[in-house]
């Protein structure tokens, strides 16, 4: 069993940044590949970046990429999510998620945990 919990999410200017955090318990990152999703009102969930366990390939989803970064502490046991540059087409709630398969990190649908989520709102 994996319990996650997100936090930093918030109110924030265009241009701005957030830093997003996702602390587990139960298990390490060592063994799992955590994902970071995101779901707005009325629309379904989506693929943001992902850290896979194994020699830490990372992906992003295009419209994040170069200005999103993923990154592990394991010793704290928490990845993170530094995000710059938002766009108030970021707004949405952000989950984390958690999986010991390496089928595509891009499936929701193929992740085993996830955490309660944290809201991000990017103002004009």
């Known amino acids: 069993q994996v319990q996650l919990v997100e936090s930093g999410g918030g109110l924030v200017q265009a241009g701005g940044s957030l830093r997003l955090s996702c602390a587990a318990s139960g298990r390490t990152f060592r063994t799992y590949n955590v994902g970071w999703f995101r779901q707005a009102p009325g629309k379904e969930r989506e693929f943001v970046a992902a850290?896979?366990?194994?020699?830490?390939?990372?992906h992003y989803a295009d419209s994040v990429k170069g200005r999103f970064t993923i990154s592990t502490d394991i010793a704290q046991n928490t990845v993170y999510l530094q995000m710059n540059s938002l766009k108030t087409e970021d707004t949405a709630v952000y989950y984390c998620?958690?999986?010991?398969?390496?089928?595509?990190?891009?499936?929701?649908?193929?992740?085993?945990?996830w955490g309660q989520g944290t809201q991000v709102t990017v103002s004009a």
């Open positions: 850290i896979m366990r194994s020699g830490g390939a990372i």
């Open positions: 998620g958690s999986k010991i398969d390496v089928s595509d990190p891009r499936r929701s649908a193929s992740y085993d945990y």
